[in-house]
């Protein structure tokens, strides 16, 4: 007789994860067919890198706004989907909900009493009724993907608390690394995960020498992910500070008057009264990491969504960790034991206040976590006007935005860099005829106080000519620069 194989996987691990791809795939088939502005600008960096554009390269590792991560997984997946006839996009936002409310339901298993399992469920629900907006659960969008690996890290770091085995901090270390991938607010909410996942697990181990080297296993995989960016950079941009310096350029023509406004000091509020309830589950209850991980989520990525959108930048990832640390709090306050009953019942009364406080913050929110399509010249119009009068002319575009709205595969009309370097701009000229597009000044498209783009819209330059103004403020420049060996001046110099 031959021996029996055995399987890596038991069978109910292959039929709870058959059951999984069934809910990724029911997911998928509900979800709405319109995908976000975020996930189509993801889009277009896939498609241009897999065309070899350089603006793709450069657009994969220079922006904070559009993670890498989220460009790098739909690469992975747009070549062999297209096969089978099925949208990267989708399927990817479709399994990484399904990875959430796994994470989800297998926390619930372990730590809340039976009667509870439908809890999740119930909370999304409860979700779906505060926000009125289908957009959040209902559209592709990067930010799932955020939402999945913070979830991987909250749901091992939960399990570390319980039985501190090494392979859950192992695989929370590599969550934690993985979000330094998916844009600047998900870099601040590791760093500050990071310092107080070391915080609680110093307190739990108590004794030194068990605590030495797990700061370097937690930080390992957080340093690296953090320092590839710089790295990636360094060697596509010239410039290892190059994704920082468009944050700072934005950061001069903030917007204060934005956290003024009452729907934003709503929600500011709200989310205030979920780190009220966390302070009080962590000091008296035995859930205390999980809490205190959400403390820093509660905390940070309320902020970070004002000061995006006074900044005018894309908030990445922040809506839908914001939706999934809110799920996640009153998951782990449900089967959180308290100490005492005066904490249970303070703790009780935070949280009613916070659902209330839902109720009447979120209905006044007119799609608040939608980014505006930005207004733009058609791309035939511009094409028209092009091969009308010089029909060898490229379109010189600058930025992410801009690239990605006018994408160009085989880069016969436009061609896209996110860098400005006005000689090389000026040299170019010299070779090829070209034109420059610049979208209007007001913070959407570009910073506001760009040194270079903000002054060609102002004053222009005495090599470019002014031929073409569209309404809205957009302004298409020839460059007037005659190619080498072709102006008729030449022979008078």
Not at 104 to 113: A, D, N, S, T, V
Not at 239 to 244: E, I, S
């Amino acid at each position: 007789m031959p021996a029996k194989v055995k399987l890596f996987f038991s069978r109910r691990q292959m039929l709870e994860a058959a059951f999984w791809l069934l809910v990724a795939l029911l997911l998928y088939l509900f979800m709405l067919s319109a995908d976000s502005l975020a996930m189509r600008r993801h889009l277009a960096i896939a498609e241009a890198l897999l065309s070899g554009q350089l603006w793709g390269r450069q657009a994969l590792v220079g922006s904070l706004e559009y993670a890498p991560l989220p460009s790098l997984l739909l690469l992975v997946f747009a070549a062999p989907l297209q096969l089978l006839n099925l949208s990267a996009s989708k399927l990817l936002c479709a399994l990484a909900q399904a990875y959430c409310l796994n994470r989800m339901f297998k926390l619930q298993r372990l730590f809340g009493k039976s009667w509870q399992t439908p809890l999740p469920l119930l909370l999304i629900a409860l979700l779906l009724f505060c926000w009125k907006d289908p957009f959040l659960f209902g559209t592709a969008d990067p930010g799932w993907i955020s939402a999945a690996v913070y979830a991987g890290f909250f749901y091992h770091m939960c399990l570390w608390q319980h039985d501190q085995e090494l392979r859950h901090l192992v695989a929370g270390a590599l969550f934690l690394g993985l979000l330094c991938l998916c844009g600047a607010s998900a870099i601040l909410l590791a760093a500050l995960s990071y310092v107080i996942a070391l915080a609680e697990i110093r307190k739990k181990l108590g004794e030194p020498e068990k605590f030495a080297g797990l700061p370097t296993v937690l930080g390992m995989p957080l340093l690296y992910c953090f320092a590839l960016l710089f790295i990636w950079n360094w060697l596509i941009m010239n410039d290892p500070l190059f994704l920082l310096r468009d944050f700072w350029l934005r950061a001069g023509s903030m917007n204060l008057a934005l956290f003024k406004q009452g729907a934003m000091s709503q929600l500011l509020f709200f989310y205030l009264l979920g780190l009220l309830v966390l302070l009080i589950a962590a000091q008296f209850s035995d859930q205390s990491m999980g809490t205190r991980l959400l403390q820093a989520a509660f905390l940070l990525l309320p902020l970070c969504f004002m000061a995006c959108r006074a900044l005018q930048v894309h908030p990445a990832g922040v809506a839908t960790l914001s939706g999934m640390a809110l799920l996640l709090l009153f998951l782990v306050f449900s089967y959180s034991n308290f100490n005492t009953r005066i904490s249970e019942n303070l703790a009780w009364c935070a949280a009613l206040a916070l659902m209330f406080c839902g109720f009447c913050v979120f209905p006044n929110l007119t799609k608040p976590f939608q980014d505006p399509e930005p207004a733009s010249v058609p791309a035939e119009l511009l094409c028209q006007h092009i091969d009308r009068f010089w029909p060898d002319s490229r379109i010189m575009l600058y930025g992410l935005p801009l690239a990605s709205t006018y994408p160009d595969r085989p880069e016969k009309r436009f061609l896209a860099r996110l860098d400005f370097h006005e000689q090389m701009l000026h040299e170019q000229a010299k070779d090829e005829q070209m034109h420059l597009l610049i979208p209007p000044n007001n913070g959407e498209l570009y910073p506001k106080k760009h040194p270079v783009l903000a002054d060609i819209h102002r004053r222009g330059r005495d090599w470019l000519l002014l031929e073409k103004q569209y309404p809205g403020g957009w302004q298409l420049w020839r460059c007037v620069t005659a190619p080498s060996g072709e102006s008729k001046l030449d022979h008078l110099r």
